[in-house]
T-cell receptor, first 118, second 112 residues
Framework: DTGVSQNPRHKITKRGQNVTFRCDPI?????LYWYRQTLGQGPEFLTY????????KSRLLSDRFSAERPKGSFSTLEIQRTEQGDSAMYLC????????????????FGPGTRLLVL | KNQVEQSPQSLIILEGKNCTLQ??????????LRWYKQDTGRGPVSLTI?????NTKSNGRYTATLDADTKQSSLHITASQLSDSASYIC???????????FGAGTTVTVRA
């Protein structure tokens, strides 16, 4: 399978614990995105990497959240001191720069990690 | 206020019937407008993509339309199948911006 993969698929944790999620993008993609999706809503942008550089962080990403992409390949999203409001699906997407002919970039999404904070 | 609004929030249809989903957006102009299909517990998958100047795009039994004057898009599903049960999300991309504006989605349930 050469698509975007995410691990774990599900995570249940107690409030106050730290959790870390991993995303493996499509191998030739240099762009990587993290989103958060709550029930009945569309995904919300969290952060964006181009290669190993984190170029933007949403204000939704409080200081308890940190994302890394140390070698420009896989990425991790860590949530410290989890709160019940962090319960959501965390989606990762990757893309490559759009072709010169169409100028349209396509983001390919992983299956997500569903987090439940008790 | 969200830049992308979808209706209805959910709908139930019988297998073999057609349905149309609506998307109203305030972003203008935009780079492209996509419809994504998201199965329960999975990530979204792109169905159709239209640029600002296009007004229709088909992908099998899925047909998307775009009216830039009224800032509306629709997704028509023809001859629905049980596997069409999913959430359908309208997504607008701003010009010269990698960020996407997502609608909340319409949940479609197809019953035998």
């Amino acid at each position: 399978d050469t698509g975007v993969s995410q691990n774990p698929r599900h995570k249940i944790t107690k409030r106050g614990q730290n959790v870390t999620f991993r995303c493996d993008p499509i191998s030739e993609h240099n762009r990587l995105y993290w989103y958060r999706q709550t029930l009945g809503q569309g995904p919300e942008f969290l952060t964006y990497f181009q290669n190993e550089a984190q170029l933007e962080k949403s204000r939704l990403l409080s200081d308890r959240f940190s994302a890394e992409r140390p070698k420009g390949s896989f990425s991790t999203l860590e949530i410290q001191r989890t709160e019940q409001g962090d319960s959501a699906m965390y989606l990762c997407a990757s893309s490559s720069p759009p072709p010169a002919t169409s100028g349209q970039e396509t983001q390919y999404f992983g299956p997500g990690t569903r987090l439940l904070v008790l | 206020k969200n830049q992308v609004e979808q209706s209805p929030q959910s709908l139930i249809i019988l297998e073999g019937k057609n349905c149309t989903l609506q998307c109203n957006y305030t972003v203008s102009p935009f780079s492209n407008l996509r419809w994504y299909k998201q199965d329960t517990g999975r990530g979204p998958v792109s169905l159709t993509i239209m640029t600002f100047s296009e007004n229709t795009k088909s992908n099998g039994r899925y047909t998307a339309t775009l009216d830039a004057d009224t800032k509306q898009s629709s997704l028509h599903i023809t001859a629905s199948q049980l596997s069409d049960s999913a959430s359908y999300i309208c997504v607008v991309r701003l010009p010269n911006d990698y960020k996407l504006s997502f609608g909340a989605g319409t949940t479609v349930t197809v019953r035998a």
